[in-house]
Nanobody
Framework: QAQSAESGGTMVQTGGSLRLSCAVS????????MGWFRQAPGKEREFVGV????????TYADPVKGRFAISRDNDENTMYLQMNSLKAEDTGVYYC???????????????????WGQGTLVTVSS
């Protein structure tokens, strides 16, 4: 059974960079891979990006394409989210969790976020 824990969130200025980490162990049957999701204050949770279980493919949401990059170190059971050229709209709580694909979009299930922790807060200030 997979487990994870996020870290690395902090306050950063617009245009800056930040790397988030997620300690991951195990795989989840039926999930496409491990994903990053975020939730800004007062907004719905949204998909950020995903890496498949074989770490051969990554997919990103349009707002972060070209700025964010996911990598995974299987030896250390760690997944990273490198965030560059940060914008104020990137502010939010970032979560890593198994990502499922329904043919149209990537999503995760609420119980993973309830069980696995509070996420990590990223604040981008201008």
């Amino acid at each position: 059974q997979a487990q994870s824990a996020e870290s690395g969130g902090t306050m950063v200025q617009t245009g800056g960079s930040l790397r988030l980490s997620c300690a991951v162990s195990g795989r989840v049957f039926g999930a496409y891979g491990m994903g990053w999701f975020r939730q800004a204050p007062g907004k719905e949770r949204e998909f950020v990006g995903v890496v498949n279980w074989d770490t051969t493919s990554t997919t990103y949401a349009d707002p972060v394409k070209g700025r964010f990059a996911i990598s995974r170190d299987n030896d250390e059971n760690t997944m990273y989210l490198q965030m560059n050229s940060l914008k104020a709209e990137d502010t939010g709580v970032y979560y890593c969790a198994p990502a499922y694909y329904n043919g149209a979009s990537y999503y995760t299930e609420d119980h993973y976020l309830r069980l696995w922790g509070q996420g990590t807060l990223v604040t981008v200030s201008s």
